[in-house]
């Protein structure tokens, strides 16, 4: 049995529901980059949307262009990964009520949990199936694929739908602020190839992925396995690869996406991995692109599937600033705080 | 009256988040439940809040609601004879 990602659909910093990223990326000019809004009439009615926080608009329309009509009812599951959930209703919800307590609105207080965004794709979809949240700080979106990839495994899946959403508040931005996790100034691609200083950059995300065990003509890539891990060794990680290769009859990985995103320390980490488990790989930069979040990890995932489909890796979300043409397996590396770890393995169809 | 009637509208059409809908767009005297808006439970609790919030108006008995909302120009003439604020 194999998996595949048969769509997949993006909404973040860049162009939305698109891969103009691919080719033509706009660099981003702030610490704090909002989301490129798509039309989002185009995916939900009026109606609806306006009870809607931009995350819950934002995980609805990247799940309706990932997943057709015709093809929502055969969804197994919907199973999402996030950071902060719904924080833009939570934080309107609590300044209200230092307001006070009465004269609360509704609408902020229904749509202010983590799993309002994937409880509201599963009612628009009207997915009764094993629907589940994951709100584990920078590895929610990997356990959420990870969840996923174990029920196909078990057959207990043909289809399902993984989404990764994260958003950030002016507020929460903040917070961050003091304790010194963004820059003090823009980050340059530079800063992520060759990181001399700590802090990063905010971006959001909104990616869906639809996972399946019957891809349509032209799927995006097969996705072999993922694997997490909390405080591992190194010898743990290589061996993962290793047996992750030997699984799949992969003798060599072509390309490993790795998450630098400017921050001195996070960086040096991934730059050490790649050199440990795959030192001949060419090495993918992302988040220059993207920002950071709490799942932007999903954003890797559907950079390295984009890839595999395209039969190439631009040299701009190169380390090297060399592209590489028609790569065959690309190895995704996620690590948080070099607390939790996750790997993931895709190679071409 | 005129002038709180708009206002009224504004507040609602913000409160409510209604996209594509202008004041000029909301007839005083049409139904706001049902036909006209359109709204629904959840909106009624929101007019309350709004009610509460920016009139100073509250409301002891949800059923009340049925009677206050019926129209913009219903919730105006309520509003004008019981606001503290």
Request: charged share 25%.
């Amino acid at each position: 049995m194999s998996i595949y990602i048969d769509k997949a659909a993006q909404i973040s910093i860049q162009q939305p529901l698109c891969n103009e990223w691919f080719s033509n990326p706009s660099m981003p000019t702030d610490r704090l980059c909002k989301f490129v809004r798509p039309d989002f009439k185009q995916y939900i009615s009026a109606a609806i949307s306006r009870r809607m926080g931009t995350a819950l608009k934002c995980t609805l329309s990247s799940a309706s262009a990932c997943v057709s009509e015709e093809k929502r009812s055969n969804l197994d599951g919907i199973l999402t990964g996030t950071g902060l959930g719904s924080i833009e209703n939570t934080e309107n919800f609590l300044l209200a009520m230092l307001e006070g307590e009465e004269g609360l609105s509704p609408s902020n207080f229904m749509q202010s949990t983590h799993n309002t965004l994937g409880s509201q794709v599963a009612i628009a979809f009207k997915c009764h199936g094993y629907n589940i949240t994951y709100a584990h700080r920078g590895t929610s979106f990997d356990s959420a694929l990870m969840n996923a990839v174990v029920k196909f495994q078990l057959n207990e899946y043909k289809t399902a739908l993984v989404n990764g959403v994260d958003e950030m508040t002016e507020k929460y931005f903040q917070l961050f602020d003091h304790i010194g996790f963004w820059k003090d100034r823009n980050v340059t691609i530079e800063d992520v190839r060759n990181a001399t200083s700590p802090g990063t950059f905010a971006g959001e995300n909104s990616v869906s992925l639809l996972l399946t065990t019957q891809p349509s003509e032209q799927p995006l890539c097969e996705l072999c396995d993922t694997q997490l891990f909390y405080r591992p060794s190194d010898e743990q990680l290589k061996t993962c690869v290793e047996k992750l290769c030997h699984a799949f009859n992969i003798n060599r990985i072509d390309a490993i996406v790795i998450g630098n995103n400017g921050d001195k320390e996070n960086d040096a980490e991934y730059r050490r991995l790649a050199q440990l488990l795959t030192p001949d790989a060419k090495q993918i930069i992302y988040k220059h692109l993207f920002g950071e979040s709490f799942t932007m990890s999903g954003l890797g995932i559907y950079v390295a599937a984009t890839c595999l489909k395209e039969k190439r890796v631009p040299a701009h979300i190169t380390m090297d600033n060399e592209a590489l043409e028609n790569p065959q397996t690309i190895l995704v590396l996620n690590h948080f705080k070099q607390l939790d770890y996750s790997i993931t393995l895709l190679k071409s169809c | 009256m005129d002038a709180l009637v708009q206002e009224l509208k504004e507040k609602v059409i913000q409160a409510l988040n209604l996209e594509d809908v202008t004041p000029d767009d909301i007839d005083a005297n049409a139904p706001l439940f049902g036909e006209g808006l359109g709204l629904d439970s959840i909106d009624a609790l929101e007019l309350i809040v709004l009610m509460e919030r920016n009139y100073g108006i509250k409301l002891k008995n949800a059923n009340e609601g049925k009677d206050i909302f019926k129209s913009i120009q219903v919730m105006a003439d309520y509003i004008s004879k019981n606001r503290t604020k």
